[in-house]
Every structure is written in structure tokens, then in C-alpha cells.
């Protein structure tokens, strides 16, 4: 429990609220001192109009997973504001489209100030740890991330004038304080470019992710359901989701062989084109689902496999809504309540269903559903970079330009971490949880200017990582045996030791540091042999280079050309290897990282392991996610 928490005997002001899972949360203010209350909510009404406006003009035909994006005017006493909340299930394209839509209205609007927060809480801060100062940690972020004209601005912990305090001294900020800050003209906020770019990575596929998130297919439904969708295709989401979250008790509408207790009974097929989410369709088709009765009969006159698969994400898609219509919970839902009223319509003959002409006109679009497909050949062809698939001169079906962006941070995040040259010879060196921050203060006064770099404000206290942790991380992650491991770590330690002797015995402090024991400069050659072989084998399977020139690039194709030579004592080929044969090669050493480091996250099954700590360690707070098994 926190420490500004109190309790019924002193003053309880009630239980600390957080966010649903899987849940953002935004708030849009008008702050200018100059404008009454009046004058501040015409000006919400203007912006909530464009918001919908906005929503009309890049949401076209666009489908929420869960929940849309929404405003509502909040009229309180001491101020008014644009708030909404919007669940976004298991697609976090939808939460990035809620980002999206709020920055481009903060650059239509530039006298507003918006915060949003997820149930991670600052969530635009986790995308940009590895830029973040050091003074901004979770526990005094609440309320300093604001988004104003397009810019990630962050309240910093002292006004202008004001006394420079210790991390340890500072109070939570509130959003009154927040508030008066901003309001202030004296109190600038901090902008720093590199942070804005690491919070707004994800938002450079828009708008142009909106189109790419959909997901057109093929599918034979009843033409009832046909009716439903033409409707409003946005039924599909809550209809996936029952189908997707079904348990025994939702399966019992469907064990029957009457079709006239179905709603949608599979006795009238027609084929149309459904617009799914990709989350939804992704959902939909890679569930192990059994035919009900009522389906068997229908399946199994199917023709050709592409027809058997139309009719089977058909039956698929009908089951999903027969569980949601026949669900009590459900019965409050829009959706249900909307599609009831257009059966009632049917059943009195008030509307009259598409005959199988009318549902061609409607349009029958077919997408390729290749992006389901990840092999590792794929995945390898985007960490080099290429987009061609050399065998079928096709484009290679692994993921998108975000996937591809991604991993490479991913990979660079992880060599950044591994080369850091001011780690020294201790070690690793993180940050602590500010713990001691008042050991060491900068002395420099916090000033409140906009600045292209944040300036980090109190001291901080460096850590060693513990030896055998990290050993045993980088063993697992590189699939090394444990014995070459531990000699490898001994080996480093000896250097270690000898560097320091000898540091020493320059300045004339060689007592403090022994000589090496016998024993280790006997087992000195050994070492070094098993170090020299276990080198070779790394550089064999491509993952090693010892070796960094200044051009990561030319490393790695050096490297690769190394690698492409014969071993010694084969015979040389008799004409020299082409480049483009190498190009298969290339990217093997940031596949292999890439992919051990996957494996090792998938292996940990959404516990903390080596793998999440030395990822956390990096900046790196969420990981690819991928449910299917056996990939």
C-alpha cells in the first residue's frame, strides 16, 4: 500500500482506483487562465466535434476489436474536461489508434494538454525506458506526461527558483499540481526529442495501420447472418470473442440437431466476404473447434479443401453468434440487442433477406492469409532486411514493416546492452530503485526551460549485476554447456585480476592484489584452448564476433565472407562464390540472438526467468507474443 494512503481513522479518501485490464484511459484539458468556464467547455464541444469528425473521415469501414473510441464532457467543480476509456481486448493496434487520434487532435488543437494511461499506468514512458533520465521512475510519473501540439512534453521535479531536492524528497505530483504547473507561464515543461521518438515509434505505420489491421475473407454463412453483417460488419468483434471465450455452458445451444432452435441454422449458405480484424480472424481460425451435429451434414458435402475451409470458417463464425445471442450476459450488449431486432424484422417478413446476386454486388473480396504463416527462414530474411523471398521471388509472408522494426530494436537493444564500453570491469551496471539517491545530488539547479535533452535531476546509485545470475543468463540464452561457460567466466576473471596487478605495480600498490596461485597458471593454457575452440564454434554457427570495427555493417559482411570460406584443407572451389549467395547469410548472427532470445522468453510460459530479467535490464518491457503451438 502506498505511503500517502489513509486510513479510516485518518481522513480515508477511498481505495486507490486502477484500470481494467486491458483498458486505456484519456482525458483532454483546456488550459488558459484567459478563458472562463463557459468559454472552456465550447471550446471541448469543438474539439469532441472534431474527434468525431477525424473518426469519420480515417475509421472508414474500420473495425474496434472491443470497444471504440469515445469522449464524453465532464462538468466538474473545479474544471471541465474530454474524458473516455476504451477496451481493447487482445489488439494493442486498437490502443495505438487511440494514441494516434489523440495526437493529431493535440496538433489541432494546441491549447490542449492530454494525458493517457493504460492499466500499466504511463505506458508511453515503458515504450521509452531506454531514453528515460534517470530521476523519472513509475513512482513520481503519474501526471508528468502530457501530450500538447503534437509533442511528449514531461513536467520536471522543480519550478524555476524553486529549492533543488533529493529523488527521495519529492512528493507525488497531482493532477491540480500538474495543472497549476502547465498554467504557469514561468514553469516550462522538459521535451526531449529522443524520448518523443521512442514513445511515438509505434505510431509511424499510421494511418496507414488502420487499413493494414483488417482483414478480408471469403466464408459461407447463413443468409441470415449474411443480412446481420451486411448490416454492420462491427458485429463480427463480439461475436469472434464469444466464440473464442466459449466454455461448456455456451457449447450446450449448440449440441442439437433441430435446426429450427438455431437462430442461424446452416440450411441457407451463401458465400460472402466478412471483414475481420486480423486479432479476430487470427482468433477465429487457429482454434481447435469439433463440428456441431447440426454442421456435420454440411461440411461434409463440401467439394474442393478451399471450399470445405470457406464452409468451415462459416460454421465457425455462425457458432460464435448463436453463443453470443444466447448468452444472458450478453443480452445488455448493443450488438445482441441490434441483431434481435433485425431477426424479429425477418421473422414478421418486415425485411426481406439478399438473394445470392445481391450478395455479389455487396462485393466478394479474398485476402491472403500468408501473414499466419512464420518460419524461421522468413523471420531471418527480415532481421537482413530483405522483403524478397529468394526461392519463389515472392514477398516474404513473415509479419510487416512494424514485426521488422521491432525485432531490430530488439537486437540492438541487446548488442547496445552487451558493448557498452562505460560498464568497466566490474561488470554490468544498472540502476537501482533510487534507493540512495540522496548519497549523491548534482548540485545543478532543475531549470524549467524546453530543452532538446532532459537533464537527470539527484544522484544515482550504480549496482554490479550479480556474476552468477548473468552467467547463468548468457549460458541459456546462447546455449552454451555449462563447463566452457564457467571456464570462459574464469578466464575473464584471471585477466581481471592480472589487469589490476599490474595497474598496481605501476603506481606502486601491489600488495594489495596476491599473485595467481600455482594452479592457475598451470590451468592457464587449458583455458585458453577451450576459450580459442569454443571461439571457433560460435564463429562457425555465426553467432560470435569478437572483433567489432567501427562499421557494424562491414563487420557483418566481413564476417559472413569468413564464414563462406572453405575450412582449411578442403580443396578451393574452382570458381569464386557469388555475392549474391552470401545473401542468404546475412543476418544469421542477429537471427540466432533473436531467435535464442525468443525461445527463451516462450520457454520461461509467463514466469520471470533469465530471459524477462535481462530484457527488463535492456529497457525491453514487452516481447512478441505468439500463442500458436509448435512454432
Not at 28 to 56: F, G, P
Not at 204 to 229: E, F, G, T
Request: aromatic share 8%; proline share 5%.
Amino acid at each position: 500500500m502506498e505511503d500517502d494512503f489513509k486510513w479510516f481513522g485518518e481522513g480515508f479518501n477511498g481505495f486507490p482506483k486502477t484500470l481494467p485490464e486491458d483498458c486505456v484511459e484519456y482525458s483532454i484539458y483546456v488550459i488558459d487562465a484567459k478563458l472562463k468556464d463557459l468559454e472552456i467547455r465550447d471550446k471541448l464541444r469543438q474539439v469532441q466535434n472534431a474527434a468525431s469528425t477525424l473518426i469519420k473521415q480515417i475509421l472508414k469501414g474500420f473495425i474496434w476489436q472491443r470497444e471504440p473510441f469515445g469522449l464524453t464532457l465532464q462538468c466538474e467543480v473545479k474544471r471541465s474536461f474530454l474524458s473516455g476509456r476504451t477496451n481493447y481486448g487482445d489488439s494493442i493496434d486498437d490502443e495505438w489508434l487511440v494514441v494516434y487520434i489523440l495526437r493529431r487532435l493535440s496538433q489541432s488543437f494546441p491549447d490542449t494538454w492530454i494525458r493517457v494511461v493504460d492499466t500499466d499506468g504511463q505506458f508511453l514512458l515503458i515504450e521509452a525506458a531506454n531514453a528515460l533520465p534517470i530521476w523519472l521512475n513509475p513512482e513520481i510519473a503519474d501526471f508528468r506526461v502530457w501530450i500538447n501540439d503534437g509533442k511528449l512534453l514531461i513536467i520536471p521535479l522543480e519550478k524555476p527558483g524553486g529549492p533543488t531536492k533529493g529523488i527521495q524528497g519529492v512528493d507525488n505530483l497531482t493532477l491540480d499540481g500538474a495543472i497549476s504547473w502547465i498554467a504557469d507561464p514561468q514553469a516550462m515543461l522538459q521535451h526531449s526529442s529522443k524520448i518523443e521518438a521512442e514513445a511515438f515509434f509505434r505510431l509511424q505505420r499510421y494511418p496507414q495501420q488502420i487499413a493494414d489491421s483488417l482483414h478480408h475473407a471469403l466464408v459461407n454463412v447463413p443468409r441470415k447472418l449474411a443480412y446481420a453483417l451486411h448490416s454492420d460488419a462491427a458485429y463480427i468483434s463480439p461475436a469472434v470473442e464469444a466464440f473464442y471465450l466459449r466454455d461448456p455452458i455456451a457449447l450446450k445451444r449448440l449440441q442439437t440437431m433441430r435446426l429450427g432452435s438455431l437462430r442461424f441454422p446452416p440450411n441457407d449458405l451463401v458465400k460472402m466476404s466478412v471483414t475481420f480484424t486480423k486479432v479476430g480472424y487470427a482468433q477465429l481460425k487457429s482454434q481447435q473447434f469439433d463440428a456441431p451435429p447440426a454442421w456435420g451434414d454440411t461440411l461434409a458435402k463440401q467439394g474442393n479443401a478451399k471450399a470445405q475451409d470457406q464452409a468451415e470458417m462459416g460454421m465457425r463464425l455462425a457458432c460464435g453468434f448463436e453463443m453470443m445471442m444466447s448468452d444472458p450476459q450478453n443480452q445488455d450488449k448493443q450488438a445482441v440487442r441490434e441483431i434481435a431486432l433485425i431477426l424479429e424484422d425477418l421473422d414478421a417478413e418486415e425485411a426481406q433477406l439478399p438473394s445470392d446476386d445481391a450478395v455479389r454486388r455487396w462485393g466478394l473480396r479474398d485476402d491472403d492469409d500468408i501473414w499466419l504463416d512464420i518460419n524461421y527462414d522468413d523471420f531471418e530474411n527480415e532481421l537482413a532486411g530483405k522483403r524478397q523471398s529468394k526461392s519463389t521471388n515472392k514477398a516474404a509472408s513473415f509479419g510487416d514493416k512494424g514485426a521488422q522494426n521491432n525485432l531490430r530494436k530488439m537486437v540492438e537493444r541487446f548488442e547496445d546492452f552487451l558493448k557498452d564500453d562505460s560498464a568497466g570491469i566490474e561488470g554490468a551496471e544498472i540502476l537501482d530503485d533510487m534507493d540512495n539517491d540522496e548519497d549523491e545530488d548534482d548540485g545543478s539547479d532543475e531549470t524549467s526551460t524546453i530543452s532538446d535533452e532532459s537533464n537527470p535531476v539527484g544522484g544515482n546509485t550504480e549496482s554490479d549485476l550479480n556474476e552468477d545470475e548473468f552467467t547463468a543468463m548468457m549460458r541459456e540464452l546462447m546455449g552454451m554447456p555449462a563447463d566452457v561457460m564457467k571456464e570462459m567466466m574464469s578466464s575473464g576473471k584471471t585477466s581481471v585480476t592480472r589487469q589490476r596487478r599490474d595497474v598496481d605495480t605501476a603506481v606502486g600498490r601491489n600488495d594489495e592484489y596476491p599473485s595467481d596461485s600455482s594452479s592457475e597458471v598451470e590451468n592457464e593454457e587449458n583455458i585458453r584452448e577451450a576459450m580459442q575452440q569454443t571461439e571457433q564454434e560460435l564463429r562457425d554457427a555465426g553467432v560470435l564476433d569478437l572483433e567489432t570495427p567501427t562499421d557494424p555493417n562491414k563487420a557483418l559482411s566481413q564476417k559472413r565472407v569468413e564464414n563462406a570460406k572453405p575450412p582449411i584443407g578442403a580443396q578451393p572451389s574452382a570458381s569464386p562464390t557469388e555475392p549474391e549467395d552470401l545473401h542468404e547469410h546475412i543476418g544469421d548472427a542477429d537471427y540466432h540472438l533473436a531467435k535464442n532470445l525468443l525461445e527463451s522468453f516462450k520457454s520461461q510460459a509467463g514466469v520471470s526467468g533469465p530471459s524477462s530479467n535481462l530484457m527488463g535490464l535492456m529497457g525491453i518491457n514487452r516481447m512478441p507474443q505468439d500463442d500458436a503451438e509448435g512454432e
